[in-house]
């Protein structure tokens, strides 16, 4: 009884984990330069140009480096290479993030979803044009999402700027 339990538990918590960060993947080419396909900016922000250059790297749960990035890991890395101060994680990074509207966004600002029962349990970088990158889920690799897809427009809870 207690071993069924157990490992339902552990079922449970595996699966809770790997929908923290859950997507449709798209997956547009590697880009070098520092126009964002999408974007409609000639000039991106900073932190966009580097989640940009991490485009194809693989999900890792926890991870916050170019061998593998889980969602707030990425905002994480990105910022931290273009010299900003974020938090490591999605809760932080929202807790942190100067509120701003819809309407207000920018290409650099952070999209912050709710994928599973958490109040906040995605977080993605806005590149301009509806568009985003993100790192996804288990199994999946950094890659943009759209504003306009219809599971991430239901699960956009708040956006935010540093």
């Known amino acids: ?17 790997a929908s923290a960060c859950s997507s449709t993947p798209d997956y547009p080419p590697r880009t ?3 126009s964002l396909p ?19 790297t ?3 749960y926890g991870g916050s480096n170019p061998r593998g990035f889980d969602c707030s890991g990425l905002v994480y890395y990105s910022y931290r290479q273009a010299g900003f101060h974020v938090p490591r994680t999605t809760r ?12 207000q966004l920018t290409p650099g600002d952070l999209l912050f979803f709710r994928t599973a029962r958490q ?14 990158i993100h790192a996804p889920s288990s199994g999946k690799r950094v890659s943009y999402g759209s504003m306009s897809n219809a599971y991430w ?7 935010g700027r540093y």
């Open 38 to 56: 999408g974007s409609g900016n000639s000039v991106a922000h900073p932190g966009v140009r580097v989640a940009a250059s991490m485009l194809g």
């Open 119 to 132: 109040d906040v349990s995605h977080v993605a970088i806005y590149t301009g044009g509806g568009r985003f």
């Open 92 to 103: 932080e990074q929202l807790r942190a993030a100067n509120r701003i509207t819809l309407s």
């Open 32 to 34: 070098s330069s520092t």
């Open 58 to 60: 693989p999900y890792r």
């Open 1 to 17: 009884m207690v071993k069924a339990t157990l490992q339902y538990l552990l079922l449970a918590a595996f699966v809770i984990l």
């Open 153 to 159: 427009k239901n699960r956009l809870i708040a956006a």
